[in-house]
């Protein structure tokens, strides 16, 4: 009973119900399918990124240039296709490509030249932000076919396509961080570098290859939100990189590295995700919900550290 309470994904479930029942209390068209799915298919964007940023913070490092990677890649898959006219799915895996890519340039400035995450990445998100505003020359575009549309206003089965696509990559990630031998190099690597370079982890390929998935999972992201919000404009994913943080930190995945998961962060996001909804629902301003947002950060870190003490006691 003791470990079931100590499981920090029992805690985040258990605290979910109750959120869930708080915010049926202010609005009755809060628990109705339509609302929970749309709230899942909102949240959709984020998870992508969140999932790819628990790996990043598992190693004890920190990716702030997610959102700004988005909007680069949107604007690179628009241009491919309206300007240099090549089919959109052509200019969606190249766009998939350059994300890769400035994940790729955050690793080696991080792993070859050695500097810290936080400094690398909050460069590169300014870098990022202007190089798309430069290129697009601040220009949206849109008048995307409605087959690219699908991937983000369509439906499979009765289900939001973009929740399949978070469904999916969320069981890719479990997986290869819980039953592979990469996943146990990158908490071995959060948890201890030195002592991970000692037994033989190739640190610096592992972080690489971390950083890189960082920047696809976030231009999966923007290419999901250019076919939901019909348009490509550089200022997108403007502020995605608190709402990722927020979700991986308030899931349990310990900020110093080494812990964390996969599942946590996913009923986290749901937890932001439901809290928002509820509350504009209940008609509550937009500052009061981020005030809110905050303070169930802290409510949930605190009850975690004490349900960590007690699984220990």
Do not use: C
């Amino acid at each position: 009973m003791k470990q079931l309470i100590a499981r920090r994904e029992t805690v985040l479930f258990l605290l979910l119900l109750v959120e869930m029942a708080a915010m049926q209390s202010l609005s009755p068209l809060f628990l109705t399918p339509d609302n929970l799915l749309e709230v899942v298919r909102q949240s959709a964007e984020i998870g992508l990124i969140a999932l790819a940023m628990t790996l990043v913070i598992i190693t004890a490092g920190i990716d702030l240039s997610v959102g700004s990677i988005v909007g680069l890649s949107i604007i690179t898959m628009g241009m491919l296709w309206e300007d240099a006219r090549l089919s959109l799915w052509l200019a969606v895996p190249l766009a998939l490509v350059a994300g890769a890519l400035l994940g790729g340039f955050n690793g080696a400035l991080i792993t070859a030249v050695g500097i810290p995450p936080l400094i690398v990445t909050l460069a590169t998100m300014a870098g990022f932000r202007g190089i798309a505003l430069g290129m697009s020359q601040a220009r949206s575009i849109r008048n995307f076919p409605e087959g690219f549309l699908w991937l983000g206003q369509g439906y499979a089965a009765d289900i939001p396509v973009q929740v399949w696509v978070l469904a999916v990559a969320a069981l890719l990630f479990h997986l290869a961080l819980t039953r592979t031998a990469w996943g146990r190099s990158v908490f071995s690597i959060g948890a201890n570098e030195a002592a991970a370079r000692l037994s033989g982890v190739p640190v610096n390929r592992v972080k690489m290859q971390v950083y890189m998935l960082s920047g696809f999972m976030s231009a999966l992201a923007a290419v999901i939100y250019a076919a939901h919000a019909s348009v490509a404009k550089p200022d997108a994913g403007m502020g995605f990189e608190l709402t990722a943080i927020t979700a991986v930190v308030l899931g349990g995945t310990a900020v110093s590295g080494g812990e964390g998961g996969v599942l946590g962060t996913l009923i986290a996001l749901l937890m932001v995700g439901f809290l928002r909804s509820g509350l504009t629902l209940a008609r509550v301003p937009s500052e009061a919900q981020d005030m809110m947002v905050g303070s169930l950060l802290i409510l949930v870190v605190a009850i975690d550290r004490w349900s960590r003490r007690a699984g220990r006691e």
